[in-house]
């Protein structure tokens, strides 16, 4: 049984909570609601309802990134054409298509095959689910990076149709209380990193509330403290 201390301690965390969501709330960016919802999702699992999930909505920039990824793997098509054309004319009429130079650009051409058909087959994937996350990734690529492909080939831009939603732990032992709030849509990842709402967000509430961040680590080692605990 909870002492009114603890009560208190608690109330004053599930009041923190509730604020830390309304924060990340005005600043996150909205499109298909999926990354945003993931919080509130995990918020309401350790009792903090201040929003609901919202209805999952068509991506805003879906025939953008449709367009953008069919013509990305019309592009690679047309260089590995124009490199098999090149090893066909100078290169097989003479047999030395085995040698170190033509097998590097065949290598290439084949890079260039294999990226051009993973972007037609994300552009279908968005087409068939247009509610889908977009990852895109600005790796270095033969295409520019923003669409297109990386150096081996590896897809930029990458269609998540599964919503994973979110989810919340509470933890408590002793005099200290924790809740974890975890976001399992891998796109939230990428927004945070770029515009560092939730930390911006957590620092706001921390000011008005004394109820402070704590790193992964420390809940972790509370975490199995606990379940010691309980067993």
Known sequence: ????????????LLEAVGMLILEVDKQWPKDTNRSMNGFIEAANDVGVDVLRPREIEKSGYLDRIIRRLREAADE???RAKKIDDLLTKWFDSRG????????????RRRRLERAAKRMREEAEKAEASPSGAVILRDDAGVLGG??????????TSTVITKVYGGYGVKLVRDNVSVIELHNQEPHATFIERRLRILFTATGVVGRATHVRRVKRRFAQELGATIAVVEN
């Open 76 to 78: 690679a098509e047309r």
């Open 146 to 155: 923003r669409f297109g492909y990386g150096r081996r080939g590896r897809l």
């Open 96 to 107: 030395l298509r085995g040698n170190p130079w033509p097998k590097k650009m065949d290598r």
């Open 1 to 12: 049984m909870l002492s009114r201390i603890d009560e208190a301690r608690d109330a004053a």
